[in-house]
């Protein structure tokens, strides 16, 4: 039964690596080079930034789920590995789990990469911090664009989820 609990959580680190690569690598490494060499103009990277927010909800929805698998493997693993419980000294005080720490040292370092892609892309951290500028200023002038304040309120709850 432990071993089947151990099992099914590498398969979904497994898998939660090949979606990582699949689809968030490139988009994240390849964000604004076209823009990297000219002058960034008021309302394009705004733009961008609106393109992408499905796809960083997306992304969003799998550091969650990411962090709930992670959580699960460091809880199983210490509930196994409590010096003092039976189960322990019974059956697994000798037993190392290796396939398990591996894949959670592979997850982690891949999270590690997506994070540091994301925080050396200057050009996305300033085009997020236009964009809730954007945000902002539409919400404090809602009827100039033609919507309300509880619509912008809805669109930014529907996203922090």
Request: hydrophobic letters at 45%.
């Amino acid at each position: 039964k432990i071993i089947l609990v151990f099992s099914s959580l590498v398969l979904e680190m497994r898998k939660l690596r090949k979606v990582a690569q699949e689809k968030f690598y490139s988009p994240f490494l390849v964000f604004g080079l076209e823009l990297e060499n000219s002058d960034l103009v008021e309302g394009e990277t705004q733009i961008k930034i609106g393109r992408l927010l499905d796809f960083l909800k997306d992304f969003a929805n799998f550091i969650t789920r990411s962090c709930d698998v992670v959580r699960n493997v460091v809880r199983q693993l210490s509930s196994l590995y409590i010096a003092t419980s039976e189960i322990y000294k019974a059956s697994f005080k000798h037993v190392h789990l290796e396939i398990v720490f591996a894949e959670l040292g592979a997850f982690l370092s891949q999270l590690t990469f997506l994070d540091e892609v994301c925080r050396q892309n200057k050009l996305l951290q300033h085009a997020w911090a236009m964009y809730k500028r954007m945000t902002k200023a539409i919400k404090n002038d809602a009827s100039r664009y033609n919507t309300t304040e509880a619509q912008i309120l809805h669109s930014r709850k529907s996203f922090s989820k």
